[in-house]
């Protein structure tokens, strides 16, 4: 499953397939987001890792097309990124420790843990998804 997090609504758009993420899940959420938008004049960026699927020409001239900023993460930073802390909290509350019978129920329960996040666990969110990130210059002054 590949998503975006809208940082301000916390609304999520996804993809989901049944083999790996590359560059056609890219674009296929770069044109669900677009679409998304296509009213508004609200300027898009996406923050994403350095994956190789995600740097691709294909990925970056779509995202160009379409007026979407692409927002490369330095290497080895996942915390810094929004998206993996929600994929980090689905994990815990439907992937680990869990067995499914098939792809439809596992990729079903993962898509409702979403949709349903923030009626069920509003204030975990809330802490888990803000916007404070701790740099290297507050623990300096800090110690």
Known sequence: ????LNAVTHEVITVCNDTYINAEAVTELLFRLR???LETKI?????????????????EYLADL????????????????LIE?????????????REYENFTDFSETIQQCIE???VDHESELTSLLTWNFQSFNSIKKAA
């Not at 300027?43 to 294909?58: G, H, K």
């Not at 994929?87 to 439907?94: D, L, R």
């Open 66 to 81: 379409m007026g979407i900023e692409l927002v490369f993460m330095p290497p080895y930073s996942p915390n810094l990124n």
């Open 85 to 97: 802390r929600l994929w980090k909290f689905v994990k815990n509350k439907c992937v680990y420790a």
């Open 35 to 37: 679409k998304r938008f």
């Open 1 to 4: 499953m590949l998503g975006a």
């Open 116 to 118: 349903r996040a923030y």
């Open 43 to 59: 300027p898009i960026s996406i923050v994403l890792d350095n994956a190789a699927y995600q740097r691709c020409q294909r990925v």
